[in-house]
Every structure is written in structure tokens, then in C-alpha cells.
């Protein structure tokens, strides 16, 4: 069965600095990759998505996130986080055949001082 | 624009006491419909989804039941709850079943927070 592991739990950074929260999965075949984020008080909505084509995914406020599928991974990035990104992101994975198989990660929670 | 609601926020059953979760979708017709599940420490887990009325997949053996008793609405249940059921409760949406182009996602309700006692 596909997994996933965000190996971060808990991340402290003070504003400016760069962020990255690793991702890797365990899959064989064709997957789409998906970082979700849940802002306090606020629903879970997707931050980014990598379908097919460049691996270098760019999302909203200024994330990014590449696929690397010889590694397995989908680290997401942003080089210079602000307080407003404090927030807890969800790595997730599916194959090509169906959200019913969307894997999710533990969660990284992210807090940003300022 | 399509909203998804989901209720209560927060819940406090006892051991053995029934429950019943509800989540709408208003704005689209014929969601797929999933119920998700985050237990303290633990990514999120698919516990049902469904693709049309009356059509419930579980990928998971568990306590709980679902119910799609209206093209909108998705109803999680369970006649008596167990000390491991609780947790964060999860409904969301998605138009098709597969995320068949890049604007394909899931959509996520608010959640509510279970614990049971």
C-alpha cells in the first residue's frame, strides 16, 4: 500500500527566514502530488498541486515544490516565509486512479515568529 | 460558487452513545463525497467515499457507517461509539473521481473535532 512521510513535525522559523518540509512516498506507478494547508480556524485548501509535466510546481503565496521521482519526494519550499504562513501543511499522493486512494502525510506544523 | 458545510464543530459523546455527523455540498450536482478521518498523531484517513445516492465504498473496517441518502448530502453515523473513535472528522468534495487536470482537487469542509469519553 502507498504511504506518506513528512519527516518535520513541528518547524519554528523566524520571519525571512527559507522554509522547506520534506515529503517522500511510496508508490510504483503514476501519482499525482498535492500539498494542502490548514490555516488556524480556517478549512483545509490546497496550496499546490503536481498533475503531469514540469516538476516544479509554483502555488499560491509564493510556494513552490518539486518533484524529484527518482527520490520519491515532493518537498515544498518558500524562500522567505512571513508570520501569515503559520499553519499546519499536508503532504498527499494519489495514483492516477482515483482520489478514493488520496494518501495523506501526518502534517507538518509550521510556526513563524515574527 | 460551491461551499461545502459541515456540523457540528466540536462534539462530546459517551462510550456507547450514538452518532450522526452531516455534510452538504451547495453549488454543484453529483460530488463525490468523502469522509475523512485524523486521529491525534496521524495523517488523514479515507474512512468512506461515494460517487452517486445510495453509493457508499469503504476502505477501512471500522465502527461507523455512511450514508448519501440526497445527491448533496453525506451522512456519517454510528450506533455506538468506541473510545477510538475519536477524532477530527474531515467531509470533502471533488467533481470527478479521478484528478483528471491540474484544476482537479478536493475541497474540505470545517471539520468536527469528536471526543469521545
Known amino acids: 500500500a502507498q504511504s506518506v512521510s513528512q519527516h518535520n513535525h513541528h518547524v519554528i522559523l523566524s520571519e525571512a527566514a527559507s522554509l522547506e518540509l520534506g515529503c517522500n512516498y511510496s508508490y510504483g506507478g503514476t501519482v499525482n502530488l498535492f500539498w494542502y494547508v490548514q490555516y488556524p480556524g480556517q478549512h483545509l485548501q490546497l496550496l499546490l498541486k503536481?498533475?503531469?509535466?514540469?516538476?516544479l510546481v509554483k502555488g499560491i503565496k509564493g510556494f513552490e515544490a518539486e518533484f524529484i521521482k527518482s527520490k520519491f519526494s515532493f518537498n515544498l519550499r518558500k524562500p522567505s516565509v512571513q508570520w501569515s504562513d503559520t499553519a499546519e501543511y499536508f503532504c498527499?499522493?494519489?495514483?492516477?486512479?482515483?482520489?478514493?486512494?488520496?494518501?495523506f502525510g501526518t502534517g507538518t506544523r509550521l510556526l513563524v515568529s515574527p | 460558487s460551491q461551499t461545502i458545510h459541515q456540523w457540528p464543530a466540536t462534539l462530546v459523546q459517551p462510550v456507547g452513545s450514538p452518532l450522526s455527523l452531516e455534510c452538504t455540498v451547495e453549488g454543484t450536482s453529483n460530488p463525490n463525497l468523502y469522509w475523512y478521518r485524523q486521529a491525534a498523531g496521524r495523517g488523514l484517513q479515507l474512512l468512506f467515499y461515494?460517487?452517486?445516492?445510495?453509493?457508499i465504498s469503504s476502505e477501512v473496517p471500522q465502527n461507523l457507517s455512511a450514508s448519501r441518502p440526497q445527491d448533496r448530502q453525506f451522512i456519517l453515523s454510528s450506533k455506538k461509539l468506541l473510545l477510538s473513535d475519536s477524532g477530527f472528522y474531515l467531509c470533502?468534495?471533488?467533481?470527478?473521481?479521478?484528478?483528471?487536470?491540474?484544476?482537479?482537487?478536493?475541497?474540505f469542509g470545517s471539520g468536527t473535532q469528536l471526543s469521545v469519553l
Open positions: 470533502a468534495w471533488s467533481g470527478y473521481a479521478t484528478p483528471r487536470d491540474t484544476n482537479e482537487k478536493l475541497f
Open positions: 498527499a499522493v494519489t495514483p492516477y486512479t482515483g482520489f478514493q486512494k488520496l494518501v
Open positions: 461515494s460517487v452517486g445516492i445510495g453509493q
Open positions: 503536481y498533475f503531469s509535466g514540469d516538476p
